[in-house]
């Protein structure tokens, strides 16, 4: 069985961050809510636990029985999990007098300690924390301490039992990555195999075994999800898979046309749909943003049910579902966190629609589909291709979706996409589209008064779509997209750009 270290979620904004950390050493990761804690199996080799917007001191904060962890595996607490290990076993965990927020510095420190191996004096850590331990149990030792923080870090004698009390999996933490490797590869003992080529072949065999000669119907929308799905299904049941790509009248200009182009020569049995007038009639008046992609989730299932009843004894709908859709539509795993928003390729199918659900993908990051898509040997134009929302530009146009609005922005973004080309930014853009808003603004053009629509560009940068940071582009670019967009779109007016990172904001407006 494959080497995995086991994350145990309090409702962290960083648990992720963890997630991710580990598997950039070249080992599994699994993110399970604290109250579903999975059976402890021979290839769980470590636990983390992550931090919490709790106190432990609150009544109704999380509680965990940690007896069949604590001493029988390599136990890594994080913030909120170090303070309830503290609290838990006998120590005091205490209100600080002022919030611990921001960057500090070990001053203090045990250099033979396992977890802190190759740390230098000094090394900078993130502390995000408004209770800090008072007093240890009597059987833990402190390791590390700020200057503000005596038992920034701890561990538990005769025992491979630790406890942090700043964020290691942060980049603010500069040898964070050194401690999480020091317990995952040396304290914790794990194999670093777990690669894209041991990802395909460990899935193509799972799905082999899944879903044996039975036949599966996949959504392709041209993206890196779907087609790296698409492909891996293949590769597990071959003909039996059948793909079908819907024109949901949102897509961006050509695309339609273009991707299914695209996908010949891939060896992928694919059909082309055309149902852009059915997801126009169900937006029809809709301009509030969970309602609008629940009636293009709803048809996107119509259409599907309809089209596997055309495919004999079709069982299974594939999707290209990735960590982020799951942990933004239902919290990590079920977890404490917040919903954000809900994705229309998550959470179940209606009863009446009789395929199961099978989702190669579902516990990759989107960099880590990637890398698994050039293991396949997917062409570089698919897998460098920017992330497109499944909604498509029904939630890129705020308010009332129209059939005029979409051209008028299928425009907009063509252009605004076929310049970062031109000027050599499109590979260094994680994400890019711009949105129709729902205002109109003054304007002139010649001797005449405008009162046209405006639209606003957006583009970040990011790894895996958790979170983004707004991209710095060339005023230079960013006038020459404006001045085509205002000159060659009929309708549009004025050209903003959006200069909001995520958090707070989400990557799109809807």
């Given at each position: 069985m494959q080497d995995m270290i086991l994350i145990l979620d309090f409702g962290s904004q960083y648990t992720q961050l963890i997630a991710r950390r580990v598997r950039e050493l070249n080992v599994y990761s699994e993110i399970h809510p604290w109250d579903k804690c999975p059976e402890i199996t021979s290839n769980i080799?470590?636990?983390?636990?992550?931090?919490?917007?709790?106190?432990?001191?609150?009544?109704?904060?999380?509680?965990?029985?940690?007896?069949?962890?604590?001493?029988?595996?390599?136990?890594?607490?994080?913030?909120?999990?170090?303070?309830?290990?503290?609290?838990?076993?006998g120590g005091e965990v205490a209100a600080s007098n002022t919030r611990e927020y921001g960057r500090a510095n070990i001053v203090e420190f045990d250099k033979s300690n396992e977890l802190l191996q190759g740390v230098p004096q000094n090394s900078q850590v993130w502390m995000s924390h408004g209770d800090s331990i008072k007093t240890l149990p009597d059987d833990f030792v402190v390791i590390a301490s700020t200057e503000d923080v005596k038992n920034a870090a701890f561990a538990v004698k005769n025992e491979k039992t630790y406890g942090i009390q700043f964020h290691p999996e942060v980049y603010h933490s500069t040898d964070g990555s050194q401690m999480i490797s020091n317990f995952i590869v040396n304290i914790a003992g794990c194999k670093q195999d777990w690669?894209?080529?041991?990802?395909v072949e460990s899935t193509v065999e799972a799905l082999k075994a899944q879903l044996g000669d039975d036949k599966v119907i996949l959504g392709l929308s041209g993206g890196v999800d779907?087609?790296?799905?698409?492909?891996?299904?293949?590769?597990?049941?071959?003909?039996?898979?059948?793909?079908?790509?819907?024109?949901?009248?949102?897509?961006?200009?050509?695309?339609?046309?273009?991707?299914?182009?695209?996908?010949?020569?891939?060896?992928?049995?694919?059909?082309?749909?055309?149902?852009?007038?059915?997801?126009?009639?169900?937006?029809?008046?809709?301009?509030?943003?969970?309602?609008?992609?629940?009636?293009?989730?709803?048809?996107?299932?119509?259409?599907?049910?309809?089209?596997?009843?055309?495919?004999e004894n079709a069982k299974w709908l594939g999707q290209g579902t990735i960590y982020p859709d799951v942990i933004e539509s239902v919290s990590v795993s079920g977890g404490p966190s917040q919903t954000i928003k809900s994705h229309h390729n998550v959470g179940g199918l209606p009863d009446y629609m009789k395929l199961k659900v099978v989702e190669p993908l579902r516990l990759l990051f989107k960099d880590e589909v990637r890398r698994v898509g050039k293991s396949l040997n997917i062409s570089p134009a698919i897998l460098g291709r920017h992330p497109f929302p499944g909604p498509g530009l029904g939630i890129r146009i705020l308010g009332e979706v129209t059939p005029e609005?979409?051209?008028?922005?299928?425009?907009?973004?063509?252009?605004?996409?076929?310049?970062?080309?031109?000027?050599?930014?499109?590979?260094?853009?994680?994400?890019?589209?711009?949105?129709?808003?729902?205002?109109?603004t003054v304007g002139v053009m010649g001797d005449e008064r405008t009162y046209e629509n405006a639209v606003a560009l957006r583009a970040v940068t990011s790894t895996d779509g958790m979170t983004a940071d707004w991209c710095h582009l060339p005023y230079e670019v960013l006038g020459k997209i404006s001045n085509k967009i205002i000159n060659q779109v009929k309708g549009i007016n004025r050209v903003t750009y959006d200069i909001s990172s995520k958090p707070p904001a989400t990557i799109e407006w809807e």
């Open positions: 080799k470590g636990v983390i636990l992550s931090g919490s917007p709790f106190s432990v001191r609150d009544e109704k904060s999380p509680k965990i029985d940690l007896s069949k962890i604590k001493g029988k595996v390599p136990l890594l607490g994080v913030c909120f999990g170090a303070q309830y290990m503290a609290h838990n076993f690669t894209p080529d041991a990802f779907s087609s790296v799905a698409a492909t891996i299904l293949h590769h597990a049941i071959g003909k039996n898979l059948h793909c079908i790509f819907v024109n949901n009248g949102l897509l961006r200009k050509n695309e339609y046309n273009d991707v299914l182009e695209g996908y010949k020569g891939m060896g992928l049995n694919v059909k082309g749909v055309d149902a852009s007038e059915q997801f126009y009639a169900a937006l029809k008046g809709l301009t509030d943003p969970e309602a609008k992609r629940k009636a293009i989730g709803k048809v996107f299932v119509d259409v599907f049910d309809e089209e596997s009843k055309l495919v609005k979409v051209q008028i922005l299928q425009e907009v973004d063509a252009v605004f996409i076929n310049e970062l080309k031109a000027a050599g930014l499109y590979d260094q853009v994680w994400q890019a589209g711009a949105i129709f808003l729902p205002v109109n």
